[in-house]
């Protein structure tokens, strides 16, 4: 009784062990915050990192292919048995994406996977990180009418944060009115072209009636006339396969004689010039080409034939010749193509100075991939698709550089497909396993099935593919557990100085109490429970302010950065919106019991010397 | 502490009738004993001999003072009967039985349960109110669980006796709030909560003015005559020795 009573009683009145209970309390909050925080980060950055890999992969070298994957999905079933939870075979490789900004051509790498749209999300959690909210719940590589989020765009058009069928009309529309503007141009420079051709002829001809006896002197004489230019620029604008272009104006045009303009042919030249760039652009490659006014023969069968939904249009004839004439990209979209967030968007900065952010392709828009074929000698291929959605797995690893496309077409395209038989090889065979299985052990298992000797396959788990981030971070928090439970130890080693402060101040007191007949257990036992009672006090403050902290930790981070002006969190760095934490009791039962025992430990030296001072000695002192 | 709680039951309150019976026994018996004791203390690598063969008999009922010079040897003649120290050599007979050998458990529970003690310098406990500390004594003695069934008890008697010492209106008040006379009276009731045989007095008015010192005496005598002690006072106060049955000279380590 005394010990308690003893042990309540120096706890309340020394201040002294105030300054001991407040470091347990500071180490005992910071542990549990920071352990919190921690594993919060550590399971957000797991399930992201996880998203969209699978547990277990058996992949062909880059290029390479897994023939025959019937065969092989037989096999890891034989192997695995009732581990496997679902299984997927997938085409991998490096491609390059080519899409229009504003008619800057922009490329860029991507990882581009062909993926069996049922079996792939059963795999891994690749549905729920879709945009288009109709593709989550039912997928497919169609474009969608509806279920886009607005994207609130800065890319200054009428359309903004349109996506899906409506933006690829009106886009469509809008390059059909473009063409039909350059057109009716085009239509009014030959005019004006035939109509100077013609004056020319006229001048020429008399010219050539009034010089009709003039020999090759004069000829040349006459070149350096003021009428002789227009030949010259006539030469430049109207090509070098002009018929009435004649060998003495060829010659003038590359001595370097300058154009003069015919004053009342001034404006028609505008008009060409203005023309030039646009007869440039209609050389090249556009993704969305006009739709001509008449069908070819076969074109029109192609029409009459096709039963099919708009999106079934190019798989079907895309080798048909004169698919591209059929093709209505009104109606029609190339093959789907699924792209990560980050490939698309940019940040960019608005009018009134905000960071906004800007999508450089849309839902609706067509690109381009290229790719190469299978096999040693791998011919690049080049391929229109039409951006169907975007995924964002908050991974910007993966949102940066993965492209989805069916698996079917891509096994095509890439020759993946025997000519004879109709199997299709694949690169990649995914494998989810049932909740709690053992991934180590089911990859080792797949590896003694497919040794590398024998079989050219890389089989890891998704924790392979991440293992220097994983390491990494387990050892931080290792390492921060360890520094963070010496700050407790600091306190203890407060705690040991204490003590042997108050033992020497209670010697007398302690030998009071063993005259009259308390056992020296009894008096290291006061020591003990009063640094039991430090160590409870001080980890039970540690534990209730580290879980308020926790609790309100962004809150606090935003006081902080009110205070600081310093971004405490940054949503952009970090992906996560909010400082996620997880406080699991286990944690905080361990960093209390660690706290409490080092608190007693600290305190066994002092009550030991305590527990031996004898009492005559103790009486003695002053 | 079973053995000792048989003989004398802790609630057993303080009756006449043993007040009755002891005089008879006074005369016959002898309640403590030294024989041939010797101490010596080790200063450094230099052995200075403080008893050298003290003998002593203690008759039961009887009030002893044992006097002598400062560094005499009477404080640590004390200490011994109240094995707070074992000697060198001889023997400390208590009740007849020896107890300078016992093991440490059983010299404590001698020491709470039949020896009061009165120091000096109080030494009370700071952190305790007169009541606690007249209550540390029980504390000691019982576990957690039999303090909290007995707490009534001993805090009736508690209080009895820190009313009979005059201290009644005191007794919630911290030692560093009281005199040195009433916190020596703390000391004397807190000797006494555990009905000692035998109080063992290390000059308990040595720190005292003259006037508390003859309260501190005449409360002790009081009580003495009241619940049948034996009392052994040192003390350099030869004065005070006169009011003793019987005196014991100590001149520089033997009894004269």
Redo the contacts between chains.
Sequence with gaps: MYKLLLSWRYLRTRFIALASIISVTLGVATLIVVNSVMSGFVCEMKSRLHGILSDVEVAAPLLGQIHNPEYHTRIIRDVLGDDIESMTCVVRNPALLTFEVNGRQWTQQVMLLGIDDESFGAVTDFHPYLQNTHKRDQFSFDLENQGYPDWAAANGESWNGESGWDYRRRKVQKIKNAEARRLEQEKLYDLAAAEYLERQAAHSRAWEAHHANGGANAQHEASITSEQPIAASQATFIGPDEPNRSSVEKNMSESGFQYVPLPEKAPDFAAIHAKQPEKANEEKPSALKLAPTHYSQNGGNLRELRKFSPVDTHAKFREEPNFEDFFDPEKDQYTGIILGLAIAKRKTIGEDGELKDFYMVRPGDDVQIMFPTVGGAAKPISENCTLVDFYSSSMHEYDSSFAFVPLKELQKIRGMVDPLTGDASVSTIQIKLKEGANLDEARDKLLAQFPPETYPYDIHTWQDTQRPLLSAVNMELTILNLLLFMIIAVAGFGILATFFMIVVEKTKDIGVLKALGAPSSGVMSIFLGYGMALGLVGTSAGVILGLVFVRYINQIAGVVQMITGQEVFDPTIYYFSEIPTIVSPMMVLMVGLGAISIAVMASVLPALRAARLHPVEALRYE | MSRSTAVKPATLPLSKSDGGKAPLKLATQTLMSANNIHKSYRKGTLEVPVLKGVDLEIAEGSFTAIVGQSGSGKSTLL?LL?T??APDQGEVHFQDRRIDNLP??QR??????EFG?I?Q?Y??????STL?NVL??K??????FS??RNKRAYKKRATELIEMVGLGHRMTHRPSEMSGGEMQRTAIA?ALISEPSIILADEPTGNLDEQNGDEVLDTLNSLRNQENLTVVMVTHDASLAQSADKTIKLVDGRVV
């Design positions: 200490h109240a707070l120290d440490s458990r404590e529970a001698i020491r709470n349960q003690l120091f310098f030494h009370l406990l700071p952190e305790l606690e540390v004594p504390m000691v003695q019982d576990g957690f303090y909290l807190r």
